[in-house]
């Protein structure tokens, strides 16, 4: 109770709360700049960190790590492009909110829901961390595999018109995440001659262009005429923007869900925050009574997606502190932080570290609550951007995204990648082919590959062991009848499910 | 034909292709440095993604839903405003390494806004003008990150 009671003291310093307050604002414009990640933003802060001491260094890296998260549901609810690819399956209903004039319900369910999130899997993380981290190490690759094709499944049945469509995407998507060179043997693939293919496509310029720069072509069939805005609003109505009882009603349950969804995806090692929220969307689409609202404006996709994706920022903890394995790339360079402090992670820093561990936890509660803060006093100046017209928004946000897929690799051919992207994103649109699922499965590709391989690879080339382990076969089955509910829900209600994803 | 058999075969062409011509592509000589233990190659997931490709190929040719919104693009002035983005856009890129990230910016946004209607000359070049140097700015001094010089160099 001591070392708590310390680490609060010293966490709520005057200086510490100043830092906290500057990383939590610089965290939530970085997640909201289209290309610029939370793991790009941890890693130019940590050469800040070095001369500092612990508690204000952890504040600053926690202060970024979570408010990043949430930044980038800002700009995804508001002109249609996710800041941080964890914030994709946001963009698919809060810009539908957006443009029924709703941005600033749809923000204020994704401040809510971020913080639920987050607050959920801080307390796993102080409650369970060591007996959860022991679990986490079940996964071996065949129960990784396992769970990466259910997530890409359940991703792909649930997002288009048709499954077919859907499952479509995904595969594109797994095709071009083939493109590099490959995760087991190095050996290039598609690369012909190319140098810049050989460390595949980056998925920064992949996800600016199958959102923003195809949002920005399907916005010029209007031609952006002179005046016209985004969302035609003069005002915000306030009652519009109110979060009702409804609205609580339909988003509470797939918040708690995503909550779970969130912080189990984030012990994982080598997935995280984009994976877990479009598990936590398609989960609460494919257990909704109305799946139909979904994609049209559907609150309950808002607060089911950004519960997930920050429920990972706790949970990605656990496996760092409890076993040194980083549970996703912010939590990596977090890790590198601490050892920069001093501090090795691990089993034994419960015993020879306590007082970090504690400083770990209160600082984590604490960055919650500024994000909450900052991001509430910030929701309705953030909003007026929707007031500027199109003909001078699009250009501008074509300007920042060039910016941001450049400064990825220092490569002008990420931004022709961009380009490339937002013209198939274009295409795949106009054919009513729902692009979330490549994206996702683009990302899922390079874990899934070398899971399976390396499963194969043990079991000399059987396929039994996907079934033959428990935790395997369970994620398998839950596939297979994510598949054939959907379908017989389909055959059933002879409706199509919505296509604008 | 319907627009998604069109697309559906697309699809399929692309993925045999893809299965056919580009997968044996990959080098093979990865098999001489695995010696005698079992391993997986680099071929087994293309060809799954390609495999997955053409079976859901089709699937859209045989399961043709036909919800598409290619109807906007039969307006001319649609197509119009589509092309004029796309080649700004490309222009833009392709113009990004050679005159650098602030002049590229600054010539494409006053194109953009010109282009597509905007009139007034003190919205215009102060947009483009602000733009340009403040995403530079915060790119170079607060994120230390480097945008494209291109052939002029300029400091910001």
Known sequence: MDMFLAAVATVFEPANIAILLASTAAGIVIGAIPGLTVTMAIALAVPLTITMPLTPSLLMLLGLYGAGIYGGSISAVLINTPGTPASAATSIDGYELAKQGKALKALKMALIASFYGGLFSVVLLVVIAPQLAAFALKFGPAEICSLLIFALTIVAVLSGDTIIKGLLAAAIGMLIATIGADPMLSVPRFTFGVYDLYDGLAYIPLLIGLFAIAEMLAQAEESFTTGAKLIDIKDIDKDANRLTRDDWRRSVVPMIRSGFLGSFVGMLPGLGAAIATFLGYAEAKRASKEPERFGKGAIEGVAASESANNAVTGSAMIPMLALAIPGDPPTAILLGALLIQGVTTGPLIFVNHPDVVYTVYVALFASLAFMGMVGWLALKPIVQVLKVPKVLLYPVILAMCAAGSYAIRNSIFDVFVMVGAGLLGYALRLFGVPVAPLLIAFILCPPLEESMRQALIKSQGSLMIFLNRPISAFFLLLALAAIVFTVRRQIKSHQALPSNI | ?156
């Open chain 2, 1 to 156: 034909m319907n627009t998604d058999r069109v697309f559906g075969t697309a699809v399929c062409i692309l993925a045999l292709l893809f299965l056919t011509l580009a997968i044996p592509t990959i080098p093979d000589d990865w098999q001489h440095t695995a010696g005698t233990y079992y391993t997986v190659g680099p071929r087994m997931f293309p060809y799954i993604a390609g495999t997955l490709c053409l079976l859901l190929g089709l699937g859209v040719i045989l399961h043709p839903e036909g919800h598409n919104k290619l109807s906007g693009l039969r307006i001319g002035k649609a197509r119009r405003g589509v092309v004029a983005s796309l080649g700004l856009t490309l222009g833009y890129v392709a113009l990004l390494e050679v005159a650098g990230f602030t002049l590229s910016t600054i010539a494409a946004l006053v194109l953009f806004f010109t282009v597509f209607g905007e009139r007034r000359w003190y919205v215009i070049v102060p947009m483009a003008v602000g733009v340009a140097v403040i995403t530079k700015f915060v790119f170079l001094k607060f994120f230390l990150l480097e945008l494209p010089a291109g052939l002029f160099d300029l400091p910001i």
